[in-house]
């Protein structure tokens, strides 16, 4: 068997290891230098994930190589790193940066070598029961690489008993519990497959005569795909040489569960997620939003970016006009000098900058998409005041979150989330806002009812799929990511 060319950086000794993964991904079959077509994909999911960045190429002989780094998906591949990447099947990933990062051994696709040749894996999603699986394959002998819970799929495929490769993949994703969009190859054939639930996205396109798999449509527009179909809840698909084949479906869920914050916040508004358009789902959103909580005011402002499209929807509503009042500097890097810790204002003011000649003298309302801990806004009520807005009036395209997540989005822990403890009026008093006004559960959900009914555990604390390695104390309950 040929060995495996890996390009790896150095874990820095510092990493949080956190298993945790909040990501995009891709897959490409039967097309000619698949990992310039990965690298474009990545590139359109990026928002999905800052923190790290890799692909793995596969050549006719089933040879994997990996190039894979932390970093922006521009930074980590230049030109020569992706020519290295030869052969026409590829697959991709893009990971979130969580507050104290994830370090490079964790970023993925993680390869291996194995039985049945070389094997690598993207995995988008959060598996609840990683931790047990992980207990019962070291007992068993297993040797772990990361801290990250993908890996346990990996070991799964390798210890399978099963004859042949198609049913050692149906044996490996049928001990899975929780979250996962997945693409993952053996040799040069590439798998798809979604959990029974479908908490996260993945999309089926066509290149020419190849396929591809992405997490959202984004990554399809940008490579001149077509299209074809959302790949269902508890699918798995075996994809050769563009060829796409169904293999046994995964145990079915009693429901699916699509997570609804990819369209509150997630997800890019160009996409179609779930056969809705994010943008108009968003815009929906905003549009409710403003008959549960209209106020007066001279004009409606977004919290760039991912408020523009719900505050469109409040201004259309609303009849106010829709004003561009608040800057967001772009170019944010992740290392900078904080000038003083007490400076509780400087995350936000790196970012955001209120434009006087809008605000000054007015009755604003601000619109973003969600509250998490309260930061931003806190701030942002601040800086509209100093710039002279006489009156701020917040309005939030999503319920209060008030759950951790388990299911594959970033959020601190319970106590953390500024919902899980306050009511409205506490939380406007401790932003210093003239009105907040949260869109209520209902309207959410009714703003979006042909793509659900989802997973909205984060703000009702309904979890559908079970927190096995929480249930049985081997995670903290009250955490979003499973440390
Ligand atoms: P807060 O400042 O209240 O903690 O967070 C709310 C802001 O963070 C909103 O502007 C929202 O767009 C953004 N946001 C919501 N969810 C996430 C997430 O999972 N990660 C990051 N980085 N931002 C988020
Ligand atoms: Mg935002």
């Known amino acids: 068997m040929k060995p495996l060319s890996t390009v790896q950086a150095i874990r820095p000794a510092d990493a949080d290891d956190r ?64 020519q290295r990447l030869v052969g026409s099947t590829a697959l991709g990933h893009v990971r979130y940066s969580t507050a104290g990062g994830g370090g490079a051994r964790n970023a993925q696709p993680i390869v291996a070598t194995y039985a049945d040749g070389d094997l690598a894996v993207s995995h988008n999603g959060n598996l609840t029961n990683a931790i047990d699986l992980r207990r019962r394959l070291v007992e068993d002998g297993a040797i772990f690489q990361s801290t990250n819970d993908s890996e346990v799929i990996v070991h799964l495929m390798a210890r399978s008993r099963h004859e042949t490769i ?13 979250s996962f969009s997945i693409v993952f190859s053996v040799a040069d054939t590439l798998y798809a497959a979604r959990d029974s639930r479908g908490f996260r996205p993945l999309v089926l396109g066509r290149l ?25 809840p508890g699918e798995v698909l075996k994809i050769r040489d563009g060829v796409v084949q169904n293999l046994r479906p995964l145990e079915p869920a009693d429901r699916h569960a699509p997570c609804v914050f990819e369209l509150v916040y997630f997800a890019r508004p160009d996409s179609r997620l779930w056969g809705v358009s994010v943008d108009r789902a968003r815009r929906r959103f905003g549009r409710q939003l403003a008959r549960e909580h209209p106020v007066e ?27 561009l009042g608040l800057l967001r500097n772009h170019y944010v890097g992740r290392t900078f000098i904080k000038p003083s810790q007490a400076d509780r204002d400087f995350g936000a003011r790196m970012k955001y900058n209120p434009v006087r000649e809008v605000v000054d003298g007015k009755r604003i309302i601000v619109v973003d998409d969600s509250l998490v801990r309260g930061t931003t806004s806190r701030s942002l009520a601040k800086f509209f005041r100093n710039a002279g807005a ?16 388990f299911y594959g989005i970033d959020m601190p822990s319970r106590e953390e989330l500024i919902g899980s403890s306050r009511d409205v009026q506490q939380i406007r008093e401790e932003l210093g806002l003239d009105s907040l006004g949260y869109l209520s559960l209902d309207g959410m959900l009714d703003a979006v009812s042909e793509a659900g009914p989802f997973c909205d555990a984060c703000f009702s604390g309904d979890y559908p799929a079970p ?8 995670a903290p309950g009250n955490r979003g990511p499973i440390c």
Do not use: W
């Open 208 to 232: 020419g005569d190849g396929a591809v798999v992405a997490s959202e449509t984004c990554a399809l527009d940008i490579v001149g795909a077509d299209y074809v179909r959302d790949v269902e």
């Open 467 to 474: 927190l096995v390695d929480v249930d049985k104390g081997f």
């Open 19 to 82: 298993p945790h993964e909040e990501c995009g991904v891709v897959g490409f079959s039967g097309v000619p230098n698949a990992a310039e077509f990965a690298f474009l994909g990545l590139y359109s999911l990026q928002h999905r994930g800052q923190e790290a960045a890799g692909i793995v190429a596969v050549d006719d002989d089933g040879t994997a190589r990996v190039h894979k780094d932390l970093g922006l998906v521009s930074d980590v591949f230049g030109p020569e790193a992706i």
């Open 297 to 323: 005011a001279e004009c409606v402002i977004p919290v760039p970016d991912s408020a523009n499209s719900s505050a469109l929807g409040y201004a259309e509503e609303s009849g106010i006009p829709y004003e």
């Open 166 to 178: 198609d049913h050692k993949v149906d044996d490996a994703l049928s001990h899975l519990e929780g």
């Open 390 to 405: 006489k009156e701020v009036h917040m309005r939030i395209a999503s319920p209060p979150v008030q759950h951790p997540c």
